[in-house]
């Protein structure tokens, strides 16, 4: 999977990943702008946590900011 310039803010799963659920290795990529993840959930009312990217099978995540640009996990 490859996310190019695009922001993840407040999405809820109720079981695995709040913003993305991965399977196979993840490349995030700040080509034009910058790449933000916030206020990402998973479970669902006291079991709620905060979780942006959530691996599986051994999956990778690869991070690449073109000079300038930034990709911020908050």
């Known amino acids: 999977m490859i996310i190019t310039d695009t922001n993840f ?3 809820k799963a109720t079981e695995k990943g709040g913003a993305i659920y991965a399977t196979s290795d993840v ?3 700040a080509d034009g702008k910058d790449v933000i993840l916030e206020n990402n959930t ?3 009312g006291e079991d709620e946590i905060a979780n942006d990217i959530y691996l599986d ?3 990778k995540v690869y991070l690449n900011a073109r000079t300038g640009q930034k990709i911020q996990i908050n």
């Open 9 to 11: 803010s407040n999405n």
């Open 27 to 29: 490349q995030i990529i």
């Open 42 to 44: 998973m479970g669902t």
């Open 57 to 59: 099978n051994d999956s």
